[in-house]
Structure formats: C-alpha cells, structure tokens
C-alpha cells in the first residue's frame, strides 16, 4: 500500500491507496516541531481504527511545501515504514511541462495539482487550490502550466481582519444566516465582507482569466475549504477533493512504474 502525503502550510494530508481505491484519509495541522514519533503514534491509532497497520505500507511519497517539516517526513518513513520515500522536488520526476521564465519558483504542490487535474479533466483548464493561498493555475490544452495567480486564502483573510482589529470577533465562514449581503451587526458584516468577497474574487479572476486566454477553459476547484464555494460561485464547473492526492498517486505509479499492491 501506498501513503501519500501533502503537507500545505495550514494542514497536512496523509493517504492510503492499496492499489486500487483510497483506503483512508486523514487531515493534521501543519506542525514542524512533531517528530517522526509524534506522527508514527498518531498514524497507529488511525489506521487500526479503519483494520490497518504501519506494516502494511511498502511505499510513501511526499509533497511538502513546508521545509522544516520535511526532515521528520522523510523519518516516518525511513524509521516506521522501512522505506525510502519519494519526494516532490528532490527524486521524483514531474512530467509537466513549465512553460514561465522561471519555471523553478512554480511551487511542487501547484505541478502536483496539474498532474492530478489531467487525469481527469482536459486542458485548457483553470485550478483552484484553497488554502493558506489560494491559487489559480493555467494547464493548457497540451498538459503544460502556463502561469497563474496567488492570492490570500479565504482563511488567512479572516484571521488578519481579526488579528490587526482590537474590536473584531472570530467568526464562522459563511454567509450571513439572514441570507442577504447587507450586514446588520458586526458578525453579519464580518461574514458578508469575508464569503461573499471571497467568492467575487473567485468569480472576478476566473473571468478575466477566460477573457485573457481567448478559448474555452474548464474550471476544477480543490483544496481544505473548496467545499465553501459550491453553490456559491458561478464560474466553478469541478469540485474535486481528491485532486492532490491524486496527482501524487500518478506520480508515483509513474516513477517507480508499478501500483503499490501490497
């Protein structure tokens, strides 16, 4: 079986695939002071939960935009798992062609993303990832990234309104349960402001995208609070949870040229 891991900057991500479907998925917070063994106890508890065990695992792979968490990683897998994983960026062979000046400051989680979106889905094509940041990436007709935009996450929005305004509550994600944009007391304010601007910056880029590439592009959305926006936008055609893990299943079924079958 296969762990697949996706370490973002608010959560990590930790999968298992026996070859054939998604056994389980389980969500962390992003620590980098948790050691291997801090991971490995957690991940025992889990995994006998849904009938598994640490011995089951005969491959891991890793994406990790977080370096300092990256070391302890590698360690789960080496000391718990006995073997070597492979890792976005350092031995793992991305078959995506970087078509910007710079194609070294792509972040590995966005190629990841296009990886998993064209087992799909067909270019040319817009992909969303919501968290920390959220960020819009162009995947052409031929599978190739051809740029894209990083803005703010819906959720380091709220946070800064809060943490920079000494009278600002924390509030829940969500429309104003009135059901009309116009607040009427701070939390109401708050909750319009953050939703409803948040899915007009969604709605505004993907439009000005579409405007400026000329063709016609299908939108995928992904990532921790993607789940926010259905219903809510009008330019997302996909919502797809899996997409990430995904890509990092093609990624590895791609490098070591087999499926996990243990």
């Keep these: 079986m296969l762990l697949a891991i996706d370490t973002g900057n608010t959560n990590t991500l930790f999968a298992i695939h026996d070859g054939e479907n998604w056994r389980a998925q389980w969500r962390s917070a992003t620590d980098s002071t948790k050691t291997a063994d801090d991971y490995a106890v ?70 990841v993303n296009a990886m998993g979106a064209l087992e799909v889905y067909k270019g040319p094509m817009i992909v969303i990832d919501s968290g920390t940041a959220t960020t819009f990436d162009i995947v052409g007709a031929d599978g190739s990234f051809e740029g894209g935009i990083i803005a703010p996450g819906i959720n380091l929005s709220m946070r800064a309104l809060h943490d920079a305004s000494a009278k600002l509550p924390r509030v829940a994600i969500q429309p104003p349960a009135s059901g009309k944009v116009i607040g009427t007391d701070t939390v109401s304010a708050m909750q319009s402001g953050v939703f409803w601007g948040y899915m007009e910056l969604i709605d505004g880029l993907v439009t000005r995208i579409k405007s400026e590439y000329g063709t016609p592009m299908t939108t995928v959305a992904t990532g921790g609070v993607a789940s926010l926006f259905e219903g809510a936008t009008k330019t997302i055609d996909h919502f797809d949870p899996d997409l990430t893990i995904r890509g990092l299943l093609v990624l590895y079924q791609r490098n070591s040229k087999i499926a996990p079958t243990k």
């Design 42 to 111: 957690w991940l025992t508890q889990l995994m006998f939960i849904n009938g598994l065990t640490l011995k089951d695992i005969d491959a891991c792979i890793i994406s990790s935009v977080v370096p300092q968490g990256l070391f302890n990683m590698r360690n789960l897998s080496r000391r718990y798992l006995n073997v070597e994983p492979m890792v976005i960026g350092e031995n793992v062979k991305l078959d995506v062609d970087v078509k910007i000046p710079k194609p070294s400051e792509v972040g590995a989680d966005r190629l």
